[in-house]
């Protein structure tokens, strides 16, 4: 059973341009969540989402950030216009059905340079 | 709101010695508490948890108990090995919901042959 993925592991933006991060739960797991890890600082939260719904954005910016779980594909982390303070590493989890396990399984992380 | 602290690191120490990262929370209700390892260049793998007061979670030689009482679920490993070199994240959820898990800021452990 694959682990969570994210793509891509590396990703490198000039000031303005747009970021499209992506990850794949595991199999069977139709929760996801979107983590951020500024450099030498613990993981927050960002974003909570099933299949077409966001359930919880509280820790979202209210601007130029973005995210999305289709029906079909992967989870999408949208950044617009990226600044140089959004060089991150962004990490996604998924688990099951919520209501059963508490364990939230990570993928590898996306570090993102912003130039 | 929520929030959890840990011990600065970094933390160097030899092979054997005896390991203690301390994680206090704040907290409203009842959360459930947690240990993440980040190994480099990988994500986050859960390591132990524990869902109440008194619990005591543990895995490959680590454990932490749920003192309610001091807020506290303090990592402790008896015998490190070299291989135990990763950060370390305590963090905390709330059962039912939206599960988001709030980190403390991590503690990054080397040991040493």
């Known amino acids: 059973n694959a682990g969570v993925m994210q793509n891509p592991r590396h990703l490198v933006r000039r000031r303005g341009q747009e970021a499209r991060l992506r990850c794949s739960p595991m199999k069977g797991h139709s929760h996801v969540y979107w983590y951020r890890q500024l450099p030498e600082e613990g993981l927050k939260f960002m974003v909570y989402l099933q299949k077409e719904n966001i359930i919880d954005e509280s820790g979202m910016p209210k601007e130029r950030f973005s995210a999305e779980f289709p029906k079909e594909g992967p989870s999408i982390l949208r950044i617009q216009q990226v600044v140089r303070g959004d060089s991150a590493a962004y990490f996604c989890a998924s688990s099951p059905d919520t209501t059963l396990t508490y364990e939230q399984y990570f993928g590898p992380g996306t570090r993102l340079t912003v130039t | 709101g929520d929030s959890v602290t840990q011990m600065e690191g970094p933390v160097t120490l030899s092979e054997e010695a005896f390991l203690t990262i301390n994680c206090t929370y704040t907290a409203t209700g009842y959360p459930s508490l947690f240990w993440y390892v980040q190994y480099p260049g990988e994500g986050l793998q859960l390591l132990l948890k524990a869902t109440k007061a008194d619990d005591k979670g543990s895995n490959k030689g680590f454990e932490a108990t749920y003192r ?46």
């Open chain 2, 68 to 113: 309610k009482e001091t807020t506290s679920f303090h990592l402790e490993k008896g015998s490190v090995q070299v291989s135990d070199s990763a950060v370390y994240f305590c963090a905390l959820s709330h059962w039912g919901g939206a599960q988001k898990l709030v980190f403390g800021q991590g503690t990054r452990l080397t040991i040493n042959p």
